[in-house]
């Protein structure tokens, strides 16, 4: 008998281990769907913006199917839990913010007197994050924007220092030489 994993084992199963991040981008992705719906047109993909790097990530790997080897999946690093959706071909954005008490509470603590007591931590705030009020979790902005459009395909030229290809727009330019930024630095 095969049985269907739910959409919360499956986004676990590709993450590899049980934790509150993964159950707040969990519940942004859910967010997300109930907010800009089924896909407007069969070509349509699902860009996501994310302005840090954590376990949320992998919830919009499975739950939106965007990926960041796609580049449907990006991270611009600003230390801020704000995650932007859109789907390609539109101008409606989706931006939603974690609110800062929600984040405050679900912060892991230092220590633990023992393993139960952490795991025992674990299923309580995760069971937190998916349950508080969505007024205590995040606040959502919806605007006329268009999230990235890069579609443009890399250029690659030689860093005149190591030798190794670099893309241009990655490079830095003097005349006709580039230089890669590992060398540039
Ligand atoms: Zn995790
Ligand atoms: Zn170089």
Not at 99 to 118: H, M, N, T, W, Y
Not at 128 to 133: H, Q
Not at 143 to 155: C, F, G, K, W
Request: hydrophobic letters at 40%.
């Amino acid at each position: 008998m095969c049985v269907e994993k739910t959409p919360w084992e499956q986004v676990v199963d590709f993450h590899g281990h049980t934790c509150p991040g993964i159950a707040l981008g969990f519940r942004v992705a859910q967010i997300a769907q109930r907010e800009l719906g089924l896909r407007p047109a069969p070509a349509a993909e699902l860009l996501v913006k994310a302005e840090t790097q954590s376990c949320a990530l992998d919830a919009f790997q499975i739950l939106n199917k965007a990926t960041c080897g796609r580049g449907t999946l990006q991270i611009k690093e600003k230390g801020k839990h704000v995650y932007s959706f859109q789907y390609s071909g539109t101008d409606d954005l989706v931006r939603i913010a974690l609110k800062g008490d929600l984040l405050a509470r679900v912060a892991e603590p230092a220590s633990f007197p023992g393993p139960r007591q952490r795991q025992n931590w674990v299923l309580e705030t995760i069971q937190f994050i998916l349950t508080c009020p969505e007024e205590d979790f995040c606040t959502l902005r919806r605007t006329p924007a268009v999230l990235y459009n890069d579609t443009a395909a890399p250029r690659w030229t030689t860093c005149s220092v190591c030798g190794e290809a670099v893309r241009t727009d990655h490079a830095v330019q003097t005349g006709e030489v580039f230089k890669c930024l590992t060398c540039a630095d």
